[in-house]
Structures are given as C-alpha cells and as structure tokens.
C-alpha cells in the first residue's frame, strides 16, 4: 500500500499540480510522508524507506542526486530520536512535524546546495519559496491527517 | 286485496312513468324557458358550482402543470446533455485549434533551425519550487543525449540532462545551474545567460563597456556548440552598471513562457556522450 500512496505522491506532484497550482505552492508529499513513515514505523524499515523517497525526490528535481536523500535520512532520524516521547497519533503535532521537517530539510539543502555547487543564487530563491512551501506542507500536512488512516492505532511496519 | 298486491307495484310504476311522460310533454312548447324546478336547482347549486368549478380547474391545471413540468424536466435534461456534448465538442476544437497553432510555430522553428530535430511533449514538472527541470516524453530510445539542445516555438527552452530510455529532463535556461553562451542581437555584446530568481535569467560576464540596452534581444551565439547560433533567448529588462566592478548587471526576460510549456524540439546533434 505504501508503494502506492508514494506512486500516486510523484505523480501528483510532478504531473498533476504543477497543471493547478503555481510553482511556489507545490506541497512536499513524499516530505509528508516521509514524516508519517517516522512517527509511525519502526526505525529499521523506516530508515532506508526515508533514504529512498529522499532519492525519488531527487530522481524528479534538480540536478544533484542524493542531495534530498541525505536530508530527508538526516530528518527521520532526527524525528525517530524524539518519536517514541510524542504522542504520534496527534493530527496536530504531525503538522507541527512536517512543518518543523520542511524547515530543517529546506535548511540542509541549502546547505549542502552552497558547500558543493556553484549555485549561490539560489539561496535568495529558497529563501523567497520559503514561507509559501511552508505553508502548503502543513495545509497539505492537515489533510493528510484528517484521513482515516492517519486516525488507525496501528504502526506502518 | 291480493289483487292489489300482486299488480300495485306494476301500476306504481306505470303511473310513475306516465306523470313522467306527462312532465316531459308539458315541458316540450316551454323547453327554452326554465321551469320552477330548474329555477329552484339552478339556484342551490349556484353558489357550489362556481368554487367547485375553479377547484376542479385547479386541479387540471396542477395535472397538466405537472404532467408539463415532467415534460419540461425531461426536456431539460435532453437539453442540457445536447449543451454538454456541444460544449465538449467547441473545448475539443478550440484544443485543437490551438494544438495546431502551436504546432505550426513549432514547425517554423523546425524549418529554421538548421540541424535534425526532434518533438516531444511535456509530461511532467520539478517537483521542487527552487529547481526549474521539465520531463519530456523522449529518451535515449529515440537517441537523446545529455546536453542535447531543446527549443521552443518562441526560442530556447534549456538542455537535456539526465536521459532515461523513454524519458528525460531539461534544465530550463531559468535554473540556477544554467548556463547559455549568448550575445546582444544588436552590438554583438558577449555573455553568459544564467538563471535567476523569478523565472528571469542575467546576462553574466558583460564587461562595463559594452553596448547593452533595456530593450536588446539575447540570442545564443553558438559558442560551446549546443545550441546553435542566433536562437533567441530573452528580451533585456534592466541594465545596471555600478560604479566599482568590471561587470555589468543585466537581467534578461526569456522568450519562451516556460510556465506554459507543452511541446519543445530537441536539437539532434551535440550532447555528451
């Protein structure tokens, strides 16, 4: 089931949405997911799954392959290190994820974008992008968690 | 006793039918005046008849009405379908009549370009906001290469990167990583177009002293052998020339409305093998 929810995500975001909505509110789903993968799996099953959306993301943007695979690593560990003191089946605090996930994954990017690139401009055009892609995550973040799914007291793994 | 008995109802009757034939006949030099009889009734129903005839017409008019409005309803829908099929058919052929303009540009810039060509279609954006790639429908299969030239009806779109059997991106002239050797049309000013915040580009690498203009069309001057020389690439919006510093600044509008994309030509000659 997974597969398919991560299918129909790519999809959607790199042929559906761009058709509706403008460049700059593009929601991360595979982040999203991503996030719930954290909360709600176990670490030796969500690890390499977090590693390998961060590489299907990068698989449809950008130039440099591995670059949301490293972040997205780095932020489920960093969710899986704190994951078992949250109450994971709060629609509110999955948000809160998500939106404190996009800033850290925005965040080491730009970072990593800087130390191995040659592309400062485009530090002024996350920066800008910032707060819209904020936004749309944790909107996006909300419906996902109005789902029935997201309610099921049960671990993915 | 019995006789009577026995013959009493037949005569009841045959008197009554006799009275009755009596009061016909009596009635038959009068029939166009009304009698007391016909007077006294008329006059007690007056007053039922007329509400029970509105009701009664009432009544008619709300059958009919409804036996019109099932009509109607039916009709309506047979109408609104005939609208619908209708409509999709003038969306089908606006489509296509749009389809076919734009094809027909592109077949301007086929016929210009002066190298094979190839068309495809685009399926598919970056889905980042920071990163400006597309997702065409060729691929190596139909002997894409990386850093193939792709254009559009209006000018150049970007490059060929990362090429799988069926499907590719582009780097569009817009992303950060870009980079387009391009001249001024007008005084033949050399730069690099690079991508820029804003789908915009800057004309990089102009030295203070050269000829540049709001105004100026940038094409690509065919240095680097990808993109073939004089393909345009964007309109100059502003130029800036500070008082330090060798450079100018100057930011360029693209051609090509990168947003709206959905067929592009790639250039079949160059790319890295």
Redesign the interface.
């Known amino acids: 089931m997974l597969g398919g929810v991560v299918v129909v995500a ?1 999809v959607f ?3 559906v949405l ?1 058709i509706h909505v403008a ?4 929601p ?1 789903l ?1 982040l999203i997911i991503m996030v719930y993968l954290a909360l709600r799996s176990s670490f030796e099953l969500g690890t390499p799954l977090a590693w390998f959306l961060g590489l299907l ?1 990068d ?5 440099y392959l591995g670059l949301n695979a490293f972040s997205f690593l780095l932020v489920f560990l960093v969710i899986k290190s704190v994951a078992d003191r949250l109450y994971a089946e709060s629609g509110f605090l999955f948000v809160v994820t998500v939106v404190a996930a996009t800033l850290v994954s925005v965040t080491g990017n730009l970072l990593l974008l800087l130390m191995f ?3 400062p ?2 530090a ?3 920066v ?2 910032f707060i ?2 904020l936004l749309v995550n944790s909107f996006a973040a909300s419906l996902v968690a109005l789902l029935p799914i997201f309610s099921r007291d049960q671990d993915v793994a | 006793m019995d006789l009577f008995k026995k013959y009493g109802f037949i005569a009841l009757i045959g008197t009554g039918v006799f009275v009755a034939l009596i009061f016909y006949s009596l009635n038959v030099p009068r029939n166009r005046e009304a009698n007391v009889i016909e007077r006294g009734v008329m006059t007690v129903f007056a007053p039922i008849l007329k509400p029970a005839e509105r009701l009664s017409r009432f009544f008619e008019d709300t059958w009919d009405g409804y036996i019109s409005l099932v009509d109607v309803h039916r009709e309506n829908i047979r109408l609104r379908d005939e609208i619908k099929e209708l409509n999709a058919r003038v969306v089908a052929g606006n489509e296509a009549q749009k389809s076919n303009q734009r094809l027909a540009y592109l077949l301007e810039m086929k016929n210009m370009v002066k190298a094979p060509t190839l068309s495809a279609s685009v ?9 400006r ?1 597309l ?1 065409i429908d060729r691929g190596s299969t139909s002997g894409l290469r990386d850093g193939m030239a792709v254009v559009a009806a209006d000018g150049v779109v970007g490059q060929i ?2 090429v799988a059997p069926s499907t590719s991106r582009v ?1 569009l002239l817009t992303d ?2 870009s980079g387009i050797a391009a001249i001024i049309q007008r005084s033949r000013a050399r730069g690099v177009v ?5 789908g915009l580009c800057s004309l990089e690498f102009t030295t203070r002293d050269e000829d540049v203009k709001v105004g100026d069309m940038v094409v690509s001057s065919g240095i680097g052998g990808v993109f073939l020389k004089g393909l345009p690439i964007g309109e100059v919006t502003m130029v800036k020339r500070g008082e330090y510093g060798i450079f100018q600044t100057v930011t360029i509008r693209p051609v090509v409305n990168m ?1 709206h994309l959905e067929e592009v030509l790639i250039v079949m000659r160059g790319g890295y093998e």
């Open positions: 790519v975001q790199a042929a761009p460049t700059p509110f593009k991360d595979l993301k698989v449809f943007s950008g130039l690139t040659q592309t401009g485009i002024y055009s996350m800008a992008g819209p892609h | 399926v598919g954006e970056d889905v980042t906001s920071w990163f790639t997702i990167v990362k780097l950060h990583a690079k991508g820029k915040e804003g947003a």
